[in-house]
């Protein structure tokens, strides 16, 4: 049994124009949406499954506003996005 070899080959345009400026800027965005999108629902998971609610009740209320969430997260990030280069008008 022969293998066959692929060679994959990378488009190294793109590699020029990721500044450090760019990297910092996006980790900032990126995380700032992963806390919006999982600190609220599990805030209000714990809160309801702390007051006596049931596991499913609280389980489905997290996950409906998790979901809810996902659902605008292209707004949130453009949100963020814009927050982070706001700094950038000016110079």
Do not use: C, Y
């Not at 499954?49 to 996950?63: H, M």
């Amino acid at each position: 049994m022969g293998q066959s070899r692929i060679k994959i080959i990378f488009n190294n345009q793109r590699e020029n124009n990721i500044t450090s400026e760019l990297l910092i800027k996006s980790v900032w965005v990126s995380t700032s949406l992963a806390f919006i999108l999982t600190l609220p629902p599990l805030g209000i998971f714990l809160t309801v499954f702390q007051n006596g609610a049931s596991l499913a009740v609280a389980a489905i209320t997290g996950f409906g506003l998790h979901f809810v969430l996902l659902a605008f997260s292209g707004r949130i990030s453009s949100i963020m996005s814009a927050i982070v280069n706001h700094g950038d008008v000016g110079q």
